[in-house]
Each structure stands twice: as C-alpha cells, then as structure tokens.
C-alpha cells in the first residue's frame, strides 16, 4: 500500500464519517493503486454577486473538481463503485477548502467525464477533471 501523501477522502453516499472514508491514493484496482488528485483548494462557493450596497456575496451552489490521471479500468471502477455504472452519484468528500491547507468534509454529487471526452493515451488518461457539485458541508 502506498504511502498517503494527501488527505483526500472519498465515500459512497452522503454523510458517511470521516473513518469510515478511503484515501484516494489507496483505492486499488488488480493491485494497481489510484494516482493522487490534485485540487490546489479550487473551491468554489458560488457565483460572486455585488449588493446595492457594494458588498459582495457569493449566490448558487458551491463546487469543487479534482486533477486526475487514471487508467481506462480505474475510471469504471469509478463509475461502478461511485455513479452506480452511470456518470453521476452521490459521494461524501474530504478535500482542500479555498483557505490553505484547510480540508473539509462535503456531501456531494461527483460528476465524471464523458469518456468518449477523455484524452486517452492508450489506456491511460492525459488529465481529466473531476468536478463534485453542488457541495454542502456534510453532518
């Protein structure tokens, strides 16, 4: 098992606790293990909008996405272990907040990538960008 370098969590479902989460560096398909995310903090927490007052606000859903490099099989492992065989599913993350070295915990809806959309290289990704929206910080 490889050495975690990161502390980004993810599990089926919503509001599953933090001990109850895997690694992503630990997920392993055929003994391959997943290649570490990448997410610089990109959280986004909604569509900045201006009051009459010229304070600003953020409006809409919050979102994050996560870098990845992947093999095809890990991408249906994916798909199946997370999006139910779809594209789409619900999962609870741990992952870099917009404030440095600051993670927390989301419920969320993980969206992958057409993969007809995906930059293969052979049988491995170029990058691909894994967004989970509509994040709502789970209970």
Not at 88 to 115: D, E, H, W
Request: with cysteine; charged share 20%; net charge positive.
């Amino acid at each position: 098992m490889p050495f975690p370098l990161q502390k980004h969590l993810i599990a089926a479902g919503w509001n599953v606790a933090l001990n109850s989460m895997t690694n992503w560096e630990n997920l392993s398909v055929n003994g391959v293990y997943f290649k570490p995310v990448r997410s610089w903090g990109n959280f986004n927490d909604g569509v900045d909008r201006i009051r009459s007052d010229k304070r600003l606000y953020s409006e809409g859903e919050a979102s994050t996405a996560w870098d990845w490099i992947g093999y095809h099989f890990q991408y249906a492992y994916l798909s199946t272990t997370y999006c139910n065989g779809g594209r789409s599913g619900k999962v609870t993350i741990y992952t870099l907040t917009n404030q440095p070295n600051t993670f927390a915990r989301y419920n969320a809806m993980m969206i992958l990538p057409r993969i007809d959309g995906i930059d293969w290289a052979g049988r491995v990704t170029r990058l691909i960008k894994i967004p989970f929206l509509d994040l709502e910080a789970s209970s």
